[in-house]
């Protein structure tokens, strides 16, 4: 036996059979956890590749790192676990080893969850239904919550706290702690309303009072905005839940193209007749924009379907109004009303066929007798000379 080792052993208050044992399994702990990280997740992941057309093991294939990572962690602190037992450690290192379990076994849990959730997500992608990735955010936020507080409650347990009198003592601390903690506990029951009442998802584009863009994340707090400035703005859920919020998202079918067509005044009501007919047939007849014939199918394209229960085109945000109609008459112009809705509802998309009707409109009007109206000033000067021979005339009559 090396004198060194009998040394360290007698340091330690152990055998120097105990420090060969404790190396040993620190080296088959360094082994296991190179194994588990190379060869046999590699082994793996080739095979869950080559089964890649089934959803489940796809995405298997991308979150296996993620779910054996804590459970690989278990493994090798069981095994350091039993490595120091060899020693005298006391109960100081019994509760770490015992708050690291804990701690692992709900990141394992967590990522089962969250992949099931995810798993879930696809096959409703897959199967093009709809999808609400807010309320996937909700549940795995719930779910860290959850997990925070069981871990808390196993860890005052291990120190020997009741926990059965601990919850009956919150019964009055916490009315006192809610008073303190109201606007964050207002805030997340405003975040699960705001989901709930499907106000808008991820991604969407909506106005409030205060500012206009893009949702970005919907927290148990407070949701991110990301503006048209391209400026993130983070507004707590009971402030935006307690105004109001227009989703210019929530259309499927139909933004609006509006305009008036100002005419120069005219008796020729036959020609009016003409053009308001030739405007009309012209979107009729436009592909991009919608009316009642091509509604039914651009329905059925897109799987929406009427039942008894609801109104599709108020609920879904589908509209097809086609108006074109002499308007009004004000001070220098007749005004046509042109009331259309394009079929996207992308701006871009919007901006190109609206511009194409507004050139289809004013070539209707240059090959007809009517005349867009301008408004025009005319401003008269008159000269100092004209103005003392005109009083100078008044002066001689009598």
Avoid: C
């Amino acid at each position: 036996m090396p004198e060194e080792l009998t040394r360290a052993a007698a340091y330690l208050y152990t055998t120097p059979g105990h420090i060969v044992m404790f190396v040993v399994l620190l080296l088959f702990i360094f082994v296991l956890s190179y194994l588990s990280r190379y060869p046999l997740r590699k082994w793996i992941k080739i095979k869950l590749y080559k089964k890649r057309q089934e959803l489940l093991y796809r995405l298997l294939f991308h979150r296996l790192e993620k779910i054996i990572r804590p459970f690989r962690l278990i493994v090798s602190i069981l095994l350091l676990e039993k490595a120091f037992d060899l020693f005298d450690i006391g109960k100081y290192a019994d509760l770490l080893f015992f708050v690291i379990y804990a701690v692992l076994m709900a990141w394992w849990v967590y990522e089962i969850i969250k992949f099931m959730l995810y798993l879930s997500l696809s096959l409703r992608i897959e199967k093009q239904q709809s999808v609400r990735r807010e309320l996937f955010n909700l549940i795995l936020n719930i779910v860290k919550i959850v997990l925070g507080v069981i871990i808390l409650l196993v860890f005052l347990s291990k120190l020997g706290v009741n926990i059965t009198g601990l919850i009956t003592s919150l019964g009055v601390g916490g009315i006192v702690v809610g008073f303190s903690a109201k606007d964050t506990l207002t805030n997340f029951f405003d975040s699960i309303r705001l989901v709930g009442e499907n106000a808008f998802n991820l991604g969407d584009w909506i106005e409030t009072k205060e500012l206009e863009g893009y949702v970005v994340e919907i927290g148990l707090a407070a949701t991110r905005i990301r503006t048209f400035e391209n400026a993130l703005v983070t507004i707590p859920n009971s402030k935006l839940a307690a105004g109001y919020i227009k989703n210019w998202s929530k259309r499927v079918i139909g933004r609006r193209i509006k305009f008036h067509l100002k005419l120069k005044y005219t008796y020729d009501t036959q020609e009016i007749d003409r053009v308001l007919f030739e405007i009309r047939d012209m979107l009729e007849q436009h592909p991009d924009i919608v009316n009642e014939n091509k509604l039914k199918y651009l329905i059925k394209m897109k799987q929406i379907h009427e039942t008894g229960l609801f109104n599709v085109k108020h609920t879904m945000g589908v509209q097809s109004a086609l108006m074109v109609y002499l308007d009004e008459i004000d001070a220098y112009s007749m005004n046509i009303l042109v009331y259309a809705y394009a079929i996207s509802v992308k701006w871009e998309q919007w901006l190109h066929v609206k511009q194409d009707v507004l050139k289809k409109t004013i070539y209707i009007i240059d090959e007809s007798e009517l005349m867009l109206a301008i408004p025009q000033e005319q401003v008269l000067l008159e000269s100092k000379k004209s103005e003392e021979s005109i009083a100078h005339q008044n002066a001689g009559n009598p």
